[in-house]
């Protein structure tokens, strides 16, 4: 968009000789433009009480926050639709705010956030500090989940701790733009969250129309923020937000979405001018960051299972691909298997029933369906599970069989948004060379470097040349997050764990993105997060698409956050063990 620089202050363009007038907007901006400097002086203690009065804020709307997802969405109220309401709304925001909260005390006393573990080497030379659990909660509700943060090469253990939270020590003021992504609440409002608790930005969000019903709640909720000048909530589609892109007192932008949707900012800013930053890319004199998609790979290890462990297992990659709808960045694409594996078959079959047994849901993105449909049906193997009602029906696509040879394969390229989840085989001499080859194919070959999955059984580990290619894994995989027998969403939601793509040159390629989301305990150069989970838990995760009661554990979860306590936590163990 094209236009005088003095025109931004009257909210005035000119584009083809049109004139684009968005004068509210120009207002918002230029409130936040002059409280940008007030928002450095805030001391951490006072930030630590509006996290809490806010956090007592969102438990309050919770219940409308649900109702108004599931309305805008399409959904039915109960079982797994409510309970992504949950997830993904209320609960993620209050342990969010949570965490800011303690880390504000604990720059307030210490200087910086202070994590569970110290820094320390790993036997591959790369520093890592452990994030999760933090207290007792974590680990009652999380049972033997574990998950570290892994540093850059290059930083070493004396830099770790100097290095975090050093926006509070050397700061400059800045308006951050915070374009929200349409299908996950959580998301969007952790962005606002971090640009302004851990980079000290002031912040103009907008979300995406498809959830535009999460400004008045974020209005309400964060009232104590837009009452003093530090963030501003506008509506409005992309014409708005390239004409918010554009503007001179905009310093740093976040978008949530696709790299097609990236890279036309990028262009519109200037797009020959780049230099890339150590959380994103500056252009046109801009901080941009991103949180885009991902050919989610999941990689299963052979092992010897039980019958019950296979379909445990079936269930844990469906869910992974199908929760939402399968309208998520992380959602499983991409199971790839050893063709030696003596239970594959079974274990596919396994997938297959799973999939037949999920009823077919009505999709919030219209074009969704039809797009989904034609992009399974471009491969030979395409399966289709589900009744399809109307040109709404999201269906279920399974794409097993893919040739690994055929590396110009769609899936293997591109992103699919909706219900697709495809298998293919590769040939290695035993499990250990098997993990080795799904880690170059994964690696150069599957596109989007955000998240990766592995399911692992503990019998495979009881071989000790098995158990090292894993942990060889683990170190070469590049991945911003890599997760063993855990779905990447939930490990974005914990919020101390770093979330968003592997950080490495890509030129004009931007794939999954750059900067960073969670990161409470706000370390400096993250590279990647590991997650390591039980194969199976008792009793199952609440997000398991076969648990239709789980609705209920969302919600006492939720009003846990808000408050927590030993009374909280016995109701939410209760839920969670109704079946």
Same mark, same amino acid.
């Given at each position: 968009m094209s236009g005088k620089e003095e025109d931004f202050a009257s909210g005035v363009f000119?584009?083809?000789?049109?004139?684009?007038?968005?004068?509210? /907007?120009?207002?918002?901006?230029?409130?936040?433009?002059e409280s940008a400097a007030d928002w450095l002086k805030v001391p951490p203690r006072e930030r630590?009480? %509006?996290?809490?009065?806010?956090? *007592?804020?969102?438990?309050? %709307?919770?219940?409308?926050?649900?109702?108004?997802? %599931?309305?805008?969405?399409?959904?039915?109220?109960?079982?797994?639709? $409510?309970?992504?309401?949950?997830?993904?709304?209320?609960?993620?925001?209050?342990? *969010?705010?949570?965490?800011?909260?303690?880390?504000?005390?604990?720059?307030?006393?210490?200087?910086?956030?202070?994590?569970?573990?110290?820094p320390h080497v790993l036997p591959n030379d790369q520093v890592a500090v452990d994030v999760f659990p933090v207290d007792r909660w974590d680990s009652m509700f999380f049972s033997g989940v574990k998950a570290e943060i892994r540093m850059r090469p290059g930083v070493?253990? $004396?830099?770790?701790?100097?290095?975090?939270?050093?926006?509070?020590?050397?700061?400059?003021?800045?308006v951050a733009l915070v374009l929200g992504g349409g299908n996950c609440a959580t998301i969007a409002v952790g962005d606002v969250l971090r640009k302004l608790f851990v980079e000290n930005r002031v912040v103009l969000f907008k979300p995406n129309p498809l959830s535009a019903y999460?400004?008045?709640?974020?209005? $309400?909720?964060?009232?104590?923020?837009?009452?003093q000048g530090f963030l501003r909530v506008v509506q409005g589609g992309a014409e708005e937000g390239q004409w918010l892109c554009r503007h001179k007192d905009i310093t740093d932008i976040h978008v949530t979405g696709s790299n097609a949707t990236y890279d036309a900012i990028v262009a519109s800013l200037g797009g020959d001018e780049r230099k890339e930053d150590p959380v994103g890319r500056r252009t046109g004199g801009k901080l941009v960051t991103s949180e885009l998609g991902n050919v989610s790979p999941v990689i299963v290890v052979p092992g010897q299972w039980s019958d019950k462990d296979l379909e445990y297992g079936a269930l844990q990659a469906v869910t992974g691909s199908l929760i939402s709808m399968g309208f998520n960045c992380c959602s499983h694409r991409l199971m790839i298997t050893h063709?030696?594996?003596?239970?594959?078959?079974?274990?596919?079959?396994?997938?297959?029933?799973?999939?037949?047994?999920?009823?077919?849901r009505e999709s919030y993105y219209p074009e969704a369906p039809k797009l989904t449909r034609a992009f399974a049906e471009a491969h030979e193997t395409s399966e289709r599970y589900g009744e399809e009602l109307n040109d709404r029906t999201m269906c279920w696509n399974f794409l097993p069989d893919l040739d690994s040879s055929e590396i110009e394969t769609p899936l293997f390229k591109s992103e699919v948004w909706g219900g697709v989840l495809g298998e293919s085989t590769l040939r290695?001499?035993?499990?250990?060379?098997?993990?080795?080859?799904?880690?170059?194919?994964?690696?150069? *070959?599957?596109?989007?470097?955000?998240s990766i999955t592995l399911i692992v059984h503990p019998s495979s580990l009881a071989d000790p040349e098995l158990a090292s290619a894993l942990e060889r894994a683990v170190d070469n995989l590049r991945y911003g997050t890599v997760a063993l027998n855990f779905w990447p969403g939930i490990a974005a939601l914990l919020n101390t764990t770093f979330w968003g793509a592997y950080p490495e040159q890509r030129g004009d390629d931007i794939q999954s993105g750059d900067g960073l989301f969670g990161n409470t305990f706000m370390f400096e150069l993250p590279q990647k997060t590991v997650v390591r989970a039980p194969f199976r838990t008792w009793p199952r995760p609440l997000w398991? /698409?076969?648990?239709?009661?789980?609705?209920?554990?969302?919600?006492?979860?939720?009003?846990? $956050?808000a408050e927590p306590s030993w009374l909280g936590a016995a109701r939410v163990s209760f839920e969670a063990m109704r079946e």
């Open positions: 000119v584009e083809n000789g049109r004139s684009v007038e968005f004068p509210d /907007l120009a207002d918002a901006v230029a409130e936040l433009s630590a009480e %509006l996290l809490a009065t806010m956090r *007592h804020r969102v438990a309050g %709307l919770a219940d409308r926050w649900v109702s108004d997802g %599931l309305r805008s969405k399409g959904a039915k109220p109960g079982g797994p639709s $409510e309970t992504e309401e949950w997830f993904t709304g209320p609960w993620g925001n209050l342990l *969010h705010l949570r965490r800011l909260e303690q880390a504000m005390y604990d720059i307030e006393r210490k200087g910086r956030p202070i994590p569970p573990g110290e070493q253990l $004396e830099d770790v701790t100097p290095g975090q939270a050093r926006a509070y020590r050397e700061s400059m003021p800045g999460t400004g008045p709640i974020i209005s $309400e909720a964060f009232q104590p923020l837009i009452e063709d030696q594996w003596s239970q594959r078959s079974v274990f596919i079959d396994n997938v297959r029933d799973q999939l037949a047994a999920l009823p077919s290695a001499s035993d499990p250990a060379a098997f993990l080795d080859e799904a880690v170059e194919f994964c690696n150069e *070959h599957v596109w989007g470097n955000l398991f /698409l076969d648990r239709p009661n789980s609705h209920r554990a969302g919600r006492v979860l939720a009003s846990f $956050e």
